[in-house]
């Protein structure tokens, strides 16, 4: 069982990409976690061919919202079914989320995809500190 961040396109900012990297690392002590950019991320249907048994989440502002402390919660529910897990937040071009077993919101507010990776590869290190009764590090 893994964790894949499927980010439609490439983070532009350098800086971005190297935050999601770092949490992604951090997250690998707990379970094996990866990046994956796919460039034409259109909808969780396509990518069901490509994560075959996978549990897809989709981030979307109509999703349900939670935090963090319930984002644990959830995901440690998704880890119990034993398949990898994969959030996809789509790219600037626009992403369906019909198909995906779960969607989730970060928030009511709308961030851009930059922000929006940075603050999911967070909140998913955030969450495995919790599960696994780690500290967070300040």
């Not at 349900?64 to 440690?76: I, W």
């Not at 955030?126 to 009764?133: E, V």
């Amino acid at each position: 069982m893994k964790i894949i961040l499927v980010f439609g396109g490439r983070t532009k900012l350098a800086q971005g990409r190297e935050i999601c990297e770092r949490f992604c690392k951090m997250a690998g002590k707990f379970l094996p976690c990866r990046i994956d950019y796919i460039k034409d991320v259109t909808s969780c249907q396509q990518l069901q061919r490509r994560y075959p048994n996978s549990i897809l989440v989709g981030l979307s502002p109509e999703g349900e919202e939670m935090d963090s402390r319930g984002f644990a919660r959830f995901l440690k529910g998704l880890m119990g079914q034993g398949k990898n897990i994969v959030f996809v937040v789509g790219g600037a071009g626009g992403f369906s989320v019909d198909r995906c077993a779960k969607i989730i919101s970060l928030s009511k507010m709308t961030f851009s995809h930059e922000v929006a990776r940075i603050m999911l590869a967070e909140q998913i290190f955030r969450a495995l500190c919790i599960i696994f009764s780690h500290p967070y590090p300040k």
